[in-house]
């Protein structure tokens, strides 16, 4: 449940401090120590998980209805202008800490961010799109 090198569980346990905007049971929603904009905050959940691969889909199924409900009120608060939630699993994909979170960041216009949080897109031949795609479609819904 608590990984004791883990810096956002340390957070978490009050023991490294932190400014803490929401806390449930679940979750403890802090301010980004080094933010991309005025209020960029991160959803954490309480227990210690790496990444999305090991988070449970109870803790799953409700992170995102939180971060619906930060982003509504961090907007009224905030006035922003717009709004991006972010996720990163895995060095590869940009994750730094490796305790789950959630990146909250309120968009601003003229916020220096450039509009989207970037990548490149590439160009697939569409025998390449369709080998994607035969290798993902079929995936049993949930019941
Ligand atoms: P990642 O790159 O893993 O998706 O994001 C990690 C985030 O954690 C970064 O945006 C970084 O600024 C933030 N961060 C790292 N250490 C601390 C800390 O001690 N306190 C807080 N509040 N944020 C932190
Ligand atoms: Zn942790």
């Given at each position: 449940m608590?990984?004791?090198?883990c ?5 978490i ?35 210690h ?41 895995k ?13 909250l ?39």
């Amino acid at each position: 449940m608590r990984d004791d090198n883990c810096i956002f569980c340390k957070i978490i346990a009050g023991e490294i401090p932190s400014k803490t905007i929401f806390e449930d049971d679940d979750f403890k929603v802090v301010l980004d120590v080094s933010p991309a904009t005025k209020g960029h905050a991160l959803i954490l959940p309480k227990g210690h998980y790496a990444d999305i691969y090991e988070l449970p889909e109870e803790i799953a199924s409700k992170i995102f209805v939180l971060a619906k409900k930060m982003a509504v009120h961090m907007t009224e608060k905030l006035n922003c202008d717009g709004f991006n939630i972010i996720q990163n699993n895995k060095e590869v994909a940009g994750q730094t800490v490796f305790h789950f979170h959630m990146h909250l960041i309120p968009r601003y216009q003229e916020d220096g961010n450039g509009e989207k949080i970037c990548w490149n897109h590439r160009n697939f031949s569409e025998e390449e799109f369709l080998d994607i795609q035969q290798k993902l479609n079929g995936m049993q819904p949930s019941r």
